[in-house]
């Protein structure tokens, strides 16, 4: 079985302040790791996602994750964040192979002020 | 590309009575999952399909919850009777199912609220 720790349910930020949203994961196996983000009303979107290789990823809005093995975190990062980052950031984890499914953390809510 | 589409987007019933809700998936994916989002919680996986056969529902509440595929296509998921503690968002997801990855899809959820 697999677990995600969202350890923040909320993190209050700056507008073009830099921002991490931490995520650790328990797994007896291999798993892949996501961010998915969440708007007000909406469904979940894929921020970004680590299947193998290089194990820094980016998505298109500048926001990027590093999973580190060891610490078994997949922390999300961005330099510099803007008012429309605000929402609901998850973290997920799911098993590399047969038909497994996404297990999810709670989620940390990110709040962008001016 | 048309998305996951859900309904209702909101529905309130009072306990004890019987709710339905609907999904169509992404055309030609084969794997369609219903997750419930409780207020303040990720989501958990009710239910996985993959095509019309239930790959995963030990998380199913199956004494009252129920949900059919039929033809491998669009999705229903009842609950039977409704409790409190049922309120919640209930997402539906498809993904193609093939391969050892592939991306699932969110559709914009059921707010369901049991008064």
Known sequence: AQSVTQLDSQV??????????????????????????????????????YLSGSTLVES???????????????????????????AEYFCAVRPNSGYSTLTFGKGTMLLVSP | ????????????????????????????????YWYQQIL???????????????????QLPKDRFSAERLKGVDSTLKIQPAKLEDS??????????RGLYTEAFFGQGTRLTVV
């Open chain 2, 40 to 58: 303040g919680q990720g989501p958990k996986l009710l239910i996985q399909f993959q095509n019309n056969g239930v790959v995963d529902d030990s």
């Open chain 2, 88 to 97: 919640a968002v209930y997402l539906c997801a498809s993904s193609l199912g």
């Open chain 1, 60 to 86: 298109i809005n500048g926001f990027e994750a590093e999973f580190n093995k060891s610490q078994t975190s997949f922390h999300l990062r961005k330099p510099s964040v803007h008012i429309s980052d605000t």
């Open chain 2, 1 to 32: 590309e048309a998305g996951v589409a859900q309904s209702p987007r909101y529905k309130i019933i009072e306990k004890r009575q019987s709710v339905a809700f609907w999904c169509n998936p992404i055309s030609g994916h084969a794997t369609l």
């Open chain 1, 12 to 49: 209050p930020v700056f507008e073009e302040a830099p921002v991490e949203l931490r995520c650790n994961y328990s797994s007896s196996v291999s798993v892949y790791l996501f961010w998915y983000v969440q708007y007000p009303n909406q469904g979940l979107q894929l921020l970004l996602k």
